[in-house]
């Protein structure tokens, strides 16, 4: 893939944040800053000035977005966050660019990884008071420091200084970026729940889990209330009564313990108007009443007006004070929204995610209208783990198909999510690889759903396999030691075995023919050359007393290194002890 050409501001900035050891480079969002961050480490790396390099990301996303772009520069760099399974995890602590969330650098990489000379700190503004952005800034003060951001608060420019270096900002005005510059631009916030909120959402789901028909209807809704709105929302509909009353009559002292927060995404959403606080006006959109007044009363410094339909407020009265420039805030809700002339906003912030696709691209096309003066933001506030970020990625892959573009990388919404669904199953196969059937017994999990997982995470590269007299035994691709710990006798090679193997090389198929020694040393050979082999498939023969044999063996996923194409010679050459 060609490398981008960097714009002359781009270099610019990378000559002036070089030539200062320690800066913050301020850019819009959508003009490049991760282009120069990529610049600047490539710089450092080929000069010698660093080995390790930490890059620093807010959330699950930017993380897998920014570690694709370094990656498409040539950059040898790891992704690293908490929807990856241990052993991936360890993996990318090695790498030498790690791209990181800072809380899952102060719970783990604190201990695990060697310490950076350098640091890049992305959506810098976030490094104040006690943040776990600022825990890292404290605990690393690399000679090289490179804060990136699209705007620096003036309540905080002295203290982000004070950790990063002197800061320069590029406006949005300035003609050579605003060709570049798109009007909207999305951004995701994550609100995780806290240990408790936790525990009674898992309990949640392994009861729904063992549901059928409506009550598990009903409880898939309780789940997504809790994860969407908030807990606060399942309260509400549990104190009814009902079928859900009923059903969760043994989690009453869990639904009601004080350590659960009525509205887990609160803290995210004072977090946004912080990080935004140049915003003129902010339009926040929830589904429940309750919710609305919740955070009306939580952010009176806003003054804030809220939406809420006409069973409950005068709409004519409610819009006139919402148009004001005293108010600042608009809580509205779906019913609040509809038929209504919504002020002109240039921050949006979507707290409940809808279930509905449709009502998604809907909600965006009416609300992302062109409007005047300078750059607007969209912020989805999502629970992670649950199905509001399904519902989320659901969401925004059908607004990317209908042309509603915000700026965020699909794929790396995608992969976040998927890997978070699929990291029990990872971890799992870390401990020790076996077949499909003992994994879902293991897991107390449906056998659809795992041969689902297994196979998403072969298709991309996290898996592999080799045949055992259990049928095949998966684990993971980047531990191939983990399969001679409990498999060896299905890797130990018998004298005798020909084999012929068709090896998938970049544009060409190789055939490799004959014993053992003499195939694995050819298939080194390849690998070492091209870095990459697609697949192996081919034939191994034997004799079993005075029957010759013959067995087909097809290995689909990518080698890429001399350890796993061992394994996988090891495997077709013993084939007598699996095959018969």
Known sequence: MTKPRPRDYQLEALEWALSRERAIVCMPTGSGKTLVAGLWIERLLSTRRARKILVLEPTRFLVEQTAQVLRRLGLPAEPVHGSMSRG?????????VVVATPEIVVSEGFHLMEEPDALVVDECHHT????????????????????LTAYIP?????????????????????????????????????????????????????????LHGVERVTLGNALRWMARDGPLALRESYSRGGLLGRLLKGLNDLIWSPGVRPAHKLEALERILRDHEQFRKAIVFVDRVSIARLIADSLASYNPVLLLGRRHIDPGEALERARSPDSRLIVATSAGEEGIDLPEADLLIVWSNTASPLRFIQRLGRLLRPGSGG???????????????????????????????????????????????????LEALEEEPMPVDLLAQSLGAPRRRVEAAVKWLLDHGYLAYIYTPAGRVYGPRYMPGAFYRRYRESLEPVEGVEATLKVQAPDVVRTLRGSYPNVLSRLLIIVDAVRLVAGIRGQARFRVGAIERAVNFSYSYTIDSRSLA???????????????
Do not use: H
């Open 128 to 147: 104040t008071g006690q943040d776990p952005y600022t825990l890292v800034a404290r605990r690393y003060r690399p000679r090289w420091r490179l804060g």
């Open 566 to 580: 061992m394994l996988v010679v090891d495997n077709i050459f013993a084939a007598p002890r699996w095959a018969v």
């Open 88 to 96: 991936l995890r360890r993996r990318g602590w090695s790498a030498t």
């Open 154 to 210: 003036p309540s905080r420019r002295a203290e982000l200084e004070a950790y990063l270096g002197e800061a320069r900002c590029w406006s949005w005005s300035d003609p050579r970026l605003a060709k570049y510059i798109p009007e909207w631009v999305g951004e995701v916030y994550e609100a995780p729940f806290n240990e408790e909120e936790r525990r009674l959402y898992e309990e949640l789901e392994r009861l729904w889990d063992r």
């Open 375 to 425: 750059q607007k933001v969209a912020i989805f506030i999502a629970t992670p783990d649950t199905v509001d970020m399904d519902s989320l990625v659901d969401g925004l892959v059908e607004a990317e198909r209908a042309g509603i573009r915000l700026g965020l990388s699909v794929e790396a919404v995608e992969r976040v999510w998927s890997l978070s669904r699929k990291r029990r199953v």
